[in-house]
C-alpha cells in the first residue's frame, strides 16, 4: 500500500480540523483509497494546540527547515495565514519538490504566480481547494466537473461572516454591531474582522474562482470590492418591504464586452435561492453553456468543513502520479487582451432623503431620466420635521450613469442620497 507523510504547518482552526479528521480516518483511508496517510510532522509553537490534539512529541517540528529536509513528508500543508511565513514556508517545501496543500486564499490570490512556477520547476503538486468556499468542492468542480463547458458566470455567497451578520440583521434586526459581537462571540468573525466585513476574503476567492473559471489570470487588484460596514438597519428594512433580502454577493461574468468581477452587498428577491442561504453557510451558481446552472450549497469555513477539502487534495496527491496545475497562466497580471469591465450593468436601489414638498419626486425623477435611469418601483416613507425617505428601485442600467446621477442629485437642493446598492432581480 502507497504511504504517505503528511506534515501540517499550523494547528489553528483548519490545522487543527484537518489533525482530526487523518487521525480519525487513517484505516478507512487504507481501505477506500488504497493509501496509508500518516501525519508524521507538525509545526506549531503553540503547545496547548499540540496537547489538545494529543500530538505526540517526536512529531513536533522545531523549523520549517526540520519539515521540508525530513524525507518521510510527501505533502505539506499550509494552514499559518497571512502572507509573510506561509509564502516563505510554501516555497520552500515546493523548492525541494515536496507537495504543498494550502487552504490560504490571500496568498493564493495573491502569488498564484510565483508559487505554480516554483510546483512547476520543481515538479511538486500544489492544491488549494480549502482556499475557496471551505468544505463546497468548488474548485475541482470548476478543474474537473465542469471542464467540458464555457462557463459564462458564477454568482454566490462566498463568505460566512458577512452572511451570518447580514442574516441576523434581517432575520432579528440587530444592528450591524450587534450581529458582529455575536459573530466574533461565535467564532465566525476574528477580532480584527477587516478582512471579511470590508469584502477582501470574498475578493481573493473571486479573484481565483474566476480565473478558474474563465481560464485566464483574474489579478485580485481587478476585483470591484465593496464591503459591508456601511449597510444600515434602515435599508435591510426597506430592501425587505420590497421584496428583497441583502447579501455580500461575489459575482464573475465573462461577456463580449470582457470580464466583470465584483463583491458587494447587493439585493436579492426574497424568492431567489440565494435569499435563503443563511447565517455561515455559502452557495455558489456557475453557469455554463452546456450544463446551465449548476449551485454548490455548504459550510464555507470552520475546522472541519475546511478540514474536509484539504483531506479530498491530500488524498488527490496521493491518489494521482500526473500533477495538476490551475489551468489559468501562471503571470501576475491579466493577458494584455483581456477585458476588464468598469462600467458593468445592474439594477440599483435608492435611498433618498428628502424635503416632503411638491415637485420633489418630479425633480428626481427628471435627475435619472436624463442619465437614462429608469425606476421599476418606489415607496416613500414620513420622517417627520418636513423631511421624507424615497426608496427606489431602478431598471438595469450602467455604474456610471448610476454614480453620474447621485452626485448630480447630491450637487442639487432636492434631496440627498443616503444609500446606493446594487440589486439582482
Ligand atoms: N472568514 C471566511 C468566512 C472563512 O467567513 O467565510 C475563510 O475564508
Redesign the pocket.
Known sequence: MKKIGVAILGLGV?GGGTYQILEKHREFYQKTQNVDIEVVSVLEMNRARTESLGVPEEKIAANIAEVVCNPDVNVIVECIGGTAAAKEYTLAALNVGRTVVT?N?ELYAKYSHELERAAQRHNAGLFFEA????GVPIIRTLLDGLQGNRISSLMGI???????ILTKMTCAGMSYEAALAEAKKLG???ADPS??VEGF??A??LSILSSLAFHTKVPFSKVFREGITNVSEEDILDGKQLGYVLKLLAIGKNTDAGIEVRVHPTFVRADHPLASVSD?F?AVFVEGDSVGEVMLYGR???SLP?GSAIVSDIIYAATHTEIRYSTFKNGEEAEKDVNFVEDFMSAYYLRLSVSDEPGVLAKIASVLGKYHVSIVEMIQREKGDGKASIVLVTHATHEFAIKNAVEKINSTEIANVESVLRVVS
Open positions: 483548519v487552504s486564499k482556499s475557496c468556499v471551505g462566498i463568505n460566512g461572516t458577512t452572511n451570518y465566525y468573525a476574528e478582512s471579511d476574503d470574498a481573493y476567492k455561515g455559502n464555507g469555513a470552520g475546511t
